[in-house]
């Protein structure tokens, strides 16, 4: 009868070596969906349609009512309240000064969402290279031990060797997949959130300069 092998084992037989690698790709693997996830629910947040925010914005614009618009501002907690809070505390100033403030603080609210995206990019890379590192060591150890068991070489042995280094890599892959699979997918989702805010903060500059 063949011997089955349990997942469990196949990713346990690579001895210290191996085990390190697999924990540290273990590590990663979560520190990339736990990013996913926190990101995804962040950026949601920044892309909330607020309408209700922008007409009342206008309607106090065009009754010059600014200590109004402030308030909704500071009282509004989104990426576009923000931004158009600095315009709104300018708005004695030139029309470039507005703006150049606004876009300041659009800069740094697309840094906010951006944050933490740099490492999931960075383990999109390294996942695959540190399970390729577990393949060389496991080969190592697998010719280590033909050479130490001299002219007797078990096939058996030599085999499992080399099955067990194939395996941090195949995990590598795995985990750099999914990580950047998951880093273009929150790129995309912040270059829409872009796209948005420039539209608003573009309809709120025309707004202003046609109540000047």
């Given at each position: 009868?063949?011997?089955t ?25 979560i ?13 949601k ?6 309408d ?5 914005i ?11 618009a ?24 030139p ?19 951006e ?29 280590h ?9 078990d096939?058996a ?6 099955y ?11 985990v750099?997949?999914?990580a ?17 805010l420039?539209?608003k ?11 000047a």
């Amino acid at each position: 009868s063949k011997k089955t092998l349990s997942i469990v084992e196949l990713l346990t037989s690579g001895g210290i070596g191996g085990n390190l690698v697999m924990g540290t790709l273990g590590i990663l693997s979560i520190v990339a969906i736990y990013i996913l996830i926190e990101r995804y629910s962040a950026i949601k947040k920044a892309s909330q349609e607020n309408d209700s925010f922008l007409k009342s914005i206008k309607n106090f614009v065009e009754e010059k009512d600014f200590g109004a618009a402030k308030t909704l501002c500071k009282n509004t907690d989104s990426a576009i309240s923000r931004m158009i809070e600095k315009g709104v505390d300018r708005i004695d100033k030139p029309m470039t000064d507005i703006s150049a403030a606004i876009e300041n603080q659009g800069k740094l609210e697309v840094f906010k969402m951006e944050n933490n995206l740099a490492n999931l990019a960075t383990i999109s890379g390294a996942a695959p290279m540190i399970g390729f590192l577990g393949t060389v060591i496991g080969m190592i150890v697998a010719f280590h031990e033909m050479a130490s068991a001299g002219g007797n070489i078990d096939v058996a042995m030599l085999s499992q060797g080399i099955y067990t280094a194939m395996v941090t890599t195949v995990a590598g892959l795995v985990v750099g997949i999914t990580a950047f699979i998951s880093y273009n997918f929150l790129v995309s989702k912040v270059d829409k959130v872009v796209f948005t805010l420039e539209a608003k903060t573009t309809e709120f500059l025309d707004l202003l300069h046609h109540n000047a």
